[in-house]
């Protein structure tokens, strides 16, 4: 395709060729204008002057033929009723003159014909007309009949040969106005062809620009964009044509270009992707295998030390039950240690095989009635609960999908140190409660004991953490590691609540089923209309449970002595004291 020649835009190529077309279709309009109104006065002038000249130089013929008879006559017979057609044909002789004399504005030739034939009229009359009338009237019929002569017939012959003149006059302008009006009707045919060739000539010439300057251009344009679309990036699109069809052109393959650019950026992008990919998978694969390693070695540790370290604590409890008293006070006092160590020794290899197992041997989630579950961890701490005077209670907790088993040690563990870390001088009082916090629901473990500092409030959940001497308060301080890796593996969150007014409040939240979403949405959606219909405050809609850093208000525990719905496992006190 060779490129357009000159650098007009489509916009100025069309705008010019309507333009010339436009210019030549106004002035073959106005010329056929002019021609067509021509034409019309043309055919007037046959119609309404010509024509009725003819007919009325015919009735001037015949008024003069009527005038002769009538002399002719009345001279021979001298009766005068014979000049009634004399008078007659005079007077129409008149009227038809003076009709003929108003359509004889554009024909002076004929306007002369007929002056010439008044003037011969005229003479005849005077000469002959007249003179035989008043001879016939005064002299009789044989003086009349005397007037009447040869040189009177060729008299009238001159007035005949000029009415003649007239007619024929008025006949050759007749026939010059029809050829006229033939001439001009020609001429207007010719400029409606005219006209009809030049619409057709310029939709040709548009048609034909139109193909060579938009069609051909834009079809060779869609072929490259096509290659282009159909994955040739690096396919440079050259555009010829109209100067607008250059620059989408141009701009067309700007935008090829950028593309270009972006997904060479997008592969670059999505190798280095790839690789990271990689090395995360192969990072994720060796954490795998070291956890694995970890938690098998940790396993095998605590398995394999357990047989020693029941050795060294049955043989020193021998020492110390054989030998109380033969010894030095000293020598007591090492071997207790040797036993209290023996003995925590064991404490901690059995914790951290309990912390091992967790998320390793797993049964599968079920679902768990945690009012049942409170049931067996009252049952467990039935012993520190005497011992410590401690008060148990708990209300209406929900069923959840997970490992019994689980669950079980989580609320052991924060009942137990609920429990451990009372104060003195006040009788421990522990509950458990819950609320639906959208789709979760949030679990708190609240007592009246010694409280956590809120700087301490993230670091009891680290294993082996401890924030007193183990004379103080004795334990591992694995079981709260033990209750966040709980918590986690059945996909929820744990954190202390440091705004309780006493005491200390461990939330955690766990996954609610379905249907207990389900049945608290609709349960709102009933209860908040008739609440504010009967003029009611609406009630105060839970804030959801805030993360560790930013934890909720306490929850205020249930009271003890609350008469609650028979028939329910969880709805009981359990008080020991």
């Known amino acids: ?139 009789g019929t044989r ?55 030049v619409v057709v000539v310029a939709g040709a010439v548009l048609l034909l620009s139109l193909d060579r300057m938009v069609i051909r251009p834009l079809t060779g344009l869609a072929t490259q964009v096509r290659e282009v679309a159909e994955g040739d990036y690096q396919h440079g699109i050259a555009t010829v044509g109209p100067p607008e069809f250059i620059q989408l052109g141009e701009d067309v393959d700007a935008m090829r270009q950028k593309i270009a650019a972006d997904l060479a950026e997008v592969r670059a992008a999505r190798e280095r992707i790839e690789w990271v990919n990689n090395q995360l998978q192969k990072q994720a694969e060796e954490l795998t295998r070291s956890n694995r390693d970890l938690e098998q070695f940790a396993y095998v540790a605590s398995h394999d030390l357990q047989e020693p370290l029941r050795k060294v604590a049955s043989f020193c409890q021998l020492l110390q039950r054989r030998y109380a008293g033969q010894l030095d006070e000293r020598a007591d006092q090492y071997i207790a240690f040797a036993v209290d ?149 059945h996909g929820g969150r744990v954190w202390v609540d440091t705004d309780v007014p006493e005491g200390t409040a461990i939330r955690f939240t766990l996954p609610a089923l379905p249907e207990d979403v389900e049945a608290a949405a609709a349960a709102d959606s009933a209860t908040e209309p008739n609440a504010l219909t009967a003029g009611d405050t609406a009630p105060s809609t839970e804030a959801p449970a805030a993360p560790p850093e930013q934890p909720d208000g306490p929850d205020q525990p249930d009271r003890a002595d609350e008469t609650l719905e028979s028939g329910r496992t969880g709805d009981m006190r359990e008080t020991v004291g």
């Open 1 to 139: 395709m060779k490129p357009v020649v000159g650098g007009w835009s489509l916009r100025r190529r069309v705008i010019t060729l309507l333009t010339v077309v436009g210019v030549l279709l106004i002035g073959l309009a106005a010329a056929e204008a002019a021609m067509a109104a021509r034409n019309r006065t043309q055919i007037d002038a046959v119609l309404n002057e010509t024509g009725p000249l003819r007919v009325q130089s015919q009735e001037l013929l015949n008024a003069l033929l009527d005038q002769e008879t009538a002399i002719r006559g009345y001279a021979v017979s001298g009766d005068p009723d014979d000049l009634t057609p004399y008078r007659e044909g005079l007077a129409q002789e008149k009227s038809v003159t003076a009709s003929m004399r108003t359509l004889l504005d554009n024909y002076p030739q004929i306007s002369q014909e007929l002056q010439t034939v008044e003037e011969r009229v005229t003479r005849w009359r005077q000469s002959v007309a007249e003179p035989v009338i008043t001879t016939t009237e005064q002299s």
């Open 143 to 197: 003086a009349g009949q005397a007037l009447v002569t040869e040189a009177a017939r060729q008299q009238f012959d001159e007035v005949r040969s000029a009415v003649n003149d007239l007619q024929g006059e008025v006949l050759a302008a007749r026939e010059q106005t029809a050829h006229d009006v033939r001439t001009s009707s020609n001429v207007l045919v010719v400029l409606l062809i005219v006209a009809a060739l």
């Open 341 to 489: 160590g023996a003995q925590r020794m064991q404490r901690l290899i059995n914790d951290l095989l309990a912390f091992s197992r967790i998320g390793r041997l797993t049964t599968g989630f079920v679902e768990v009635d945690l009012n049942k579950v409170m049931g067996d961890v009252a049952g467990q701490t039935e012993a520190a609960r005497q011992y410590a005077d401690a008060e148990l209670t708990w209300a209406d907790l929900p069923v959840i999908l997970g490992e019994e088993p689980l669950l079980t040690n989580l609320l052991a563990n924060l009942v137990s140190n609920s429990i451990k870390f009372r104060r003195p001088d006040v009788p421990s009082k522990v509950h458990v409660s819950a609320r639906l916090v959208g789709a979760e629901w949030e679990i708190t473990c609240q007592d009246n004991g010694i409280g956590i500092e809120p700087e301490f409030a993230d670091k009891i959940f680290v294993i082996f953490q401890r924030l007193h001497s183990k004379d103080a308060y004795p334990g591992t301080g694995i079981g709260l590691a033990i209750v966040k890796k709980i918590v986690e593996y």
